[in-house]
């Protein structure tokens, strides 16, 4: 884990009353438990080979100059 996220999780263990330790404690209760992790783990959408092939299809038409160019649309989460 780098440091600005062992940081913040420290943080927030403090905030809510617990130290790391437990914290993983209980995560590792939970998930053996449940034998497997308490929540979803997904991947990012974006990676998928559909979206990576449509990425490369468009790729290629603005390399052949077929393509429109757009601005970035910048999304606050």
Same mark, same amino acid.
């Given at each position: 884990? =780098? ?11 403090? /905030? &809510? *009353? ?5 914290? &993983?404690?209980?995560?590792? %209760? ?5 034998? *497997?992790?308490?929540? /979803? ?12 092939? /449509?990425?490369?299809?468009? &790729?290629?038409?603005? =390399?052949? *100059? %077929?393509?429109?160019?757009? /601005?970035? &649309?910048?999304?606050?989460?």
């Amino acid at each position: 884990m =780098d440091a600005a996220l062992s940081k913040q999780f420290a943080e927030l263990c403090d /905030e &809510i *009353g617990m130290s790391v330790d437990t914290a &993983i404690s209980v995560f590792a %209760k939970r998930a053996v438990r449940k034998w *497997g992790f308490p929540f /979803e783990v997904t991947g990012d959408p974006f990676y998928s080979e559909s979206n990576m092939n /449509e990425l490369r299809r468009r &790729i290629a038409e603005m =390399d052949a *100059g %077929k393509g429109v160019e757009h /601005e970035l &649309i910048e999304v606050d989460d």
